[in-house]
């Protein structure tokens, strides 16, 4: 049997707190913290559109992602222009398609949101962590397009988390800090909606092949996880 940290079930999240307005001039702002994870994620917005999308009536969402130095045990150099990572521009779009996928492009109008997430600590999960801080942001910026009548109503038709999944040592766990992701045979990332949709299962063997059983206990493992990370959502919002 496996043994984590603290003593955690296979099944169980670390601690995740989220910390609204974490910064005074973003639109919408948060700390997330996935144990020991920390990713500061703003909300901007931008009265403009992409040139594709000018005249259309419709919004924009975008995100970037960084590691910041000074974040791992390792200092890594921030990443400018043309010199970001593969790694880091998945990150990005990974950010971007799970956001977009519940925001409302058409009735946002000519207008895009702008997702900075900014890992200030890393210890395993900051992708997910940075998509489920992001809800909170782009809610927060949301509300305040509406409180200023920019806006008539919420243009979110769901609420989104994320967590990651994997074997280590041939025990499935659920919310992978570093130690256990680096060890892992099996990783996985899992993002769905508030309804229960899924919208992006990246599962990827690092050593061995898994099974179907296996595929299907980290998609068990992922909703018990989200429904959790959702619930917390909710609190941390007033909803």
């Not at 940290?5 to 609204?20: C, G, Q, V, Y």
């Not at 400018?80 to 790694?87: A, D, M």
């Not at 998945?90 to 997430?117: C, F, H, P, Y």
């Not at 200023?148 to 992978?176: C, F, N, Y």
Request: net charge negative; hydrophobic share 40%; aromatic share 6%.
């Amino acid at each position: 049997m496996f043994a984590r940290s603290n003593n955690r079930a296979h099944d169980e999240l670390r601690e995740i707190k989220f910390t609204r307005e974490y910064t005074k001039h973003a639109a919408g702002s948060v700390l997330v913290e996935f144990g020991d994870t920390k990713v500061i994620v703003t909300a901007s917005i931008d009265e403009k559109v992409p040139r594709f999308l000018q005249d259309t009536g419709q919004g924009w969402l975008t995100a970037e992602y960084s590691l910041l130095p000074g974040s791992t045990n390792v200092r890594v150099n921030r990443e400018r222009g043309s010199h970001i990572s593969g790694r880091t521009q998945e990150i990005q779009r990974l950010i971007g398609r799970s956001l977009r996928a519940i925001v409302d492009l058409k009735q946002l109008g000519e207008r895009t949101l702008i997702v900075d997430a900014d890992v200030i600590q890393a210890d395993g999960g900051t992708r997910t962590a940075a998509i489920s801080g992001a809800y909170v942001a782009v809610f927060d910026a949301l509300k305040k397009l509406v409180n200023d009548d920019t806006l008539k109503e919420m243009p979110l038709r769901d609420s989104i988390a994320a967590i990651s999944v994997g074997s280590v040592k041939g025990q499935v766990l659920l919310d992978l800090e570093y130690m256990e992701d680096s060890a892992a045979d099996v990783d996985a990332n899992i993002v769905m909606t508030g309804s229960g949709k899924i919208v992006e299962f990246q599962s990827t063997s690092e050593k061995v092949p898994f099974s179907k059983e296996d595929l299907l206990k980290y998609l068990e493992y992922g909703e018990k996880g989200i429904n959790q990370i959702l619930k917390l959502q909710r609190q941390v919002l007033g909803l």
